[in-house]
């Protein structure tokens, strides 16, 4: 018998350890000399540990092709979530953007990319793009597009014509449309959101004010809560607040909770809020992921003393989710089976007319997949690169043994290696914190 | 004449869902034959008080009514008095429902109220429109407050209305766009337990008075006309109350075949398994549950018959029976300590996979703890009515807790209450035992 080479091993103190199959989602805690056994198993039948541990699968057969298995698994489920997931357009208005968030990873492309402009004949182009994109993804068939408006930042008063033009396609076609913008200009726009059916705008705050107008530079945290308010009377709009969380905020969220709580938003159920590691792919702030497992360390402190800070969700936070999945559930989640929304169904459309995959390089054209204005034209090599990249065939991850529940998290990533030590020992740290705290809180240890 | 019968909108609201307006619907339906009636909802439609006097000046009416039911739409209500008289000082106004029963001898006395009803309406209000119509003395007519010669009067209560079956069914054609609400219906008025922090035994009376199970069912069979009632709830106090009664409703409701879902409200220890396979097999999905503690000691000083260990009991049944159990807690309980509230949480996080609501304890006009506070060893901070909300700010220091502390322990429960909600391991567990159980049966 031989060792699957998605056991991944937590230890736990000294003489306990957790053993974790990311694949199968089997997780069990051993004693030290149990464990041995994963390398001693020689005498597998008259070994209950062994046997054990081949039942959990943690040891396999030694002629088990567990690549081609596991490469059957990950296609079948990237079909199926495909298969769920509705087709998304995500339109940069603009690279334009009112704010200069200290931390920003548009910030440093913002000088040239924003001086193009987004005009309604390219929108138009965008629309008629996507029916013609449809028959090039699997996506879900019987839900309606979803349409993104992304930037930059979508809502600067200027382009409220532009906003208008692209909602009322949407409505015109009973699409579904999602805003994501820092807020500082919605009020002028509060009247096209019920006209035109939006369905939610996500919204991102830094912190209570002291910290939020400090970093997110031209907004304020007190008139983006009062636009909050407004939004919340609306009867469909749907909001999301993403609270932007690092090791210099961290210790305010649970003021922000009770901040959500005291206006009674949680009671809301077209409110959602959730907390969020600032961005992978900022190229100055590579501390930031060095800090990952320190920040995921520390939320589970203040989560223990402030369960308030419950109220929110944990997206983004690449291998701590695994092991959410695991508290809520009592299951780690299925693989993810794609690295990135990038190999989903999602197409980027950009003011210079182009079409991209990713939403994080649609500032770069090298990584253009075609373009829908003037002319519609894909280049279906560029497409393949993203679209079908296998996370099994990714050089740096195809023997680490959290692959199936982390995928390599980004493309950018995988292309870029200079920070991919980062971004990995960020995922295996987040991970392991959280198993430990899931064991403690859950009494096991 | 023409008469609006307004539900205010709130200054403060913490439920974002349509509520037929019943009680008006009931008051409708005793008048309407006589009278023009306009039912306004302007809190489900969220018309502003503005929007709300040009809508009710529009109609021209002779006489407004406005139920103020909830603390919450206390301002509201009397912004629309006097926004009414300041245009047309003829029309002739009414204040009623549960916060203006309490609060009579304040709005009597203000120039832009002419009468209040107390307690339920169903007699007095048609007799109030009837002396106004006719140009009558009112000093007869039982269970209305009015101010006359520098003093506000009182007239005697009005006797209950003992035989439910006789009322109307609520009028509900008068309420615009009406097929777009949730459907209610109220089986029975009243609670017989008198809890510390609620109104509803000053209000409605100790007793509990039932409607025949007949008139319950020809109720739900108008509103299943034309086979196209897809849900309703009941909107009593405690649906569960009496099992035999309740059960003898779910087998009559499952003789009519309709495809109906439906909810109620329960207690704890009136649930059985029968009960809830009665319940399940009539359609019910959810059960309203208010639990308040999950201290022992609490339960026990609050004459509550259940301990924490039924509620899980109960939680498990009901969810082994499809049917939603949604529970209710308030922090700040009467001699409640830390401990106690320990054992709340710890309670919560077992409720996993169902919405857990948190509450602080307020005091509403007309609750004991309202009118005795030191009885209950607490302390009413000032404030005003519409001020009163049981999720944004505590008004009360206990002999144990400052108000500022119950406002954090609050905020902690939601907390729990969410962290529960997320979880789904007991419910996948229950399921896959009930389903296995069904497999051997």
């Known amino acids: ?445 | 004449m023409r008469i609006a019968l307004i539900n205010p909108p709130a200054s403060n609201r913490y439920v974002h869902s349509i509520d037929e307006p019943l009680g008006l619907e009931y008051l409708a339906a005793q008048i309407k034959a006589e009278h023009e009636v306009l039912i306004i909802d302007s809190f489900s439609q969220k018309l502003s008080v503005k929007e709300t006097i040009e809508l009710v000046l529009e109609f021209s009416v002779d006489v407004v009514g406005i139920s103020t039911v909830f603390s919450s739409t206390y301002k509201t209500s009397k912004d629309i008095f006097e926004g009414i008289k300041s245009v047309n000082p003829e029309i002739i106004t009414v204040s009623g429902g549960n916060t203006a029963t309490f609060m009579a001898e304040e709005l009597a006395a203000l120039p832009y109220v002419d009468y209040v009803t107390r307690g339920e309406g169903d007699i007095s209000f048609p007799a109030l429109i009837k002396a106004i119509n006719s140009g009558g003395s009112v000093s007869d007519i039982k269970g209305i407050s009015y101010y006359c010669k520098d003093r506000v009067v009182h007239n005697p209560d009005q006797p209950l209305v003992n035989d439910l079956d006789t009322l109307p069914f609520p009028a509900r054609e008068l309420l615009p766009m009406s097929e777009h609400y949730p459907k209610s219906i109220l089986s029975a008025r009243g609670c017989a337990y008198g809890c510390p922090y609620c109104s509803t035994a000053a209000f409605w009376g100790k007793g509990f008075r039932v409607r025949s199970v007949d008139n319950i069912i020809d109720e739900i069979k108008l509103l299943n006309t034309d086979n196209n009632l897809k849900s309703f709830s009941f909107a009593d106090d405690c649906f569960t109350l009496i099992p035999k009664r309740t059960k003898e409703i779910c087998a009559r409701i499952k003789e009519l075949d309709i495809i109906a879902q439906w909810n109620c409200t329960g207690r704890i220890e009136t649930i059985t398994e029968d009960m809830l396979e009665a319940l399940s097999g009539a359609g019910c999905m959810a059960i309203f549950f208010g639990i308040e503690s999950g201290s022992k000691r609490i339960l026990e000083k609050l004459g509550r018959r259940y301990s924490p260990e039924d509620v899980q009991k109960v939680y498990k049944l009901c969810i082994s029976y499809g049917i939603t159990p949604y529970f209710s807690f308030i922090i700040g309980l009467p001699s409640e300590e830390l401990t106690d509230i320990n054992e709340t949480y710890s309670l919560i996080e077992k409720l996993e996979g169902v919405e857990n609501g948190i509450h602080m304890l307020t005091p509403f006009p007309g609750t004991p703890i309202a009118n005795n506070p030191s009885e209950y060893g607490l302390e009413i901070l000032p404030h005003s009515i519409e001020e009163l909300d049981i999720n944004t700010k505590s008004f009360i220091n206990t002999e144990q807790l400052s108000a500022k502390s119950i406002e954090e322990y609050f905020k902690k429960a939601i907390g729990y209450s969410f962290k529960a909600l997320k979880r789904s391991r007991r419910i996948n567990q229950i399921t896959a035992e009930s389903i296995r159980g069904e497999e051997c049966g």
């Open chain 1, 1 to 445: 018998m031989k060792q699957s080479k998605y056991n991944h091993i937590v230890e736990i103190n000294q003489n306990k350890s957790a053993l974790v199959n990311t694949l199968t989602g089997a997780v069990d805690i051993f004693s030290v000399e149990q464990l041995d056994y994963l390398d001693n198993n020689k005498d597998p039948s008259h070994n209950e540990v062994v046997q054990y541990l081949y039942k959990r699968q943690y040891l396999i057969d030694d002629d088990t092709d567990e690549s081609y298995l596991t490469q059957q698994i990950f296609s079948a489920i990237l079909q199926e979530q495909r298969r769920n997931t509705p087709l998304r357009g995500v339109i940069v208005t603009t690279f334009d953007c009112n704010l200069r968030c200290t931390y920003c990873w548009q910030q440093h492309n913002l000088n040239n990319s924003h001086r193009i402009k987004m005009t309604t004949g390219k929108i138009d182009g965008i629309f008629s793009s996507i029916e013609k994109l449809m028959s090039m993804v699997e996506y879900k068939k019987d839900t309606p597009p979803v349409i993104q408006l992304f930037g930059g930042e979508p809502l600067l008063v200027e382009n409220k014509g532009l906003v208008e033009h692209i909602l009322k396609e949407c409505q015109k076609r009973h699409w579904y449309s999602q805003i994501t913008t820092n807020g500082s200009q919605l009020s002028n726009f509060l009247d096209l959101f019920e006209k035109y059916d939006v369905g939610e705008i996500q919204i991102t705050i830094d912190g209570p004010s002291e910290i939020h107008d400090k970093r997110r530079l031209g907004s304020s945290y007190k008139s983006l809560m009062e636009s909050i308010d407004l939004l919340l009377q609306m009867d469909k709009v749907h909001v999301k607040l993403r609270v932007n969380t690092d090791l210099s905020n961290i210790d305010y969220i649970p003021a922000i909770a009770g901040d959500i709580i005291e206006r009674q938003w949680y009671t809301n159920r077209k409110f959602f809020s959730y907390l969020s590691p600032l961005r992978d792919s900022s190229p100055d702030n590579v501390k930031l992921l060095n800090q990952r497992g320190t920040l995921i360390s520390k939320f589970l402190n203040i989560r223990e003393a402030y369960p308030q800070v419950e109220i929110f969700d944990v997206l983004g936070w690449n291998g701590f989710e695994a092991v959410k999945n695991l508290e809520n559930t009592g299951r780690l989640p299925f693989p993810k089976a794609h690295i990135c929304d990038a190999n989903m169904n999602q197409f980027v459309f950009t003011p210079r007319g182009e079409i991209h995959v990713c939403a994080e390089e649609a500032h770069d054209s090298s990584g253009m997949v075609g373009s829908y204005w003037p002319d519609f034209a894909v280049n279906k090599d560029s497409f393949s690169r993203w679209y079908d990249k296998n996370p099994l065939e990714l050089q740096f991850c195809k023997n680490c043994s959290m692959l199936p529940q982390c995928c390599g998290g980004c493309q950018l990533f995988s292309q870029d290696k200079e920070f991919i030590s980062n971004f990995c020992d960020s995922v295996k740290a987040s991970f392991d914190y959280g198993l430990k705290n899931y064991f403690k809180s859950e009494g096991l240890i």
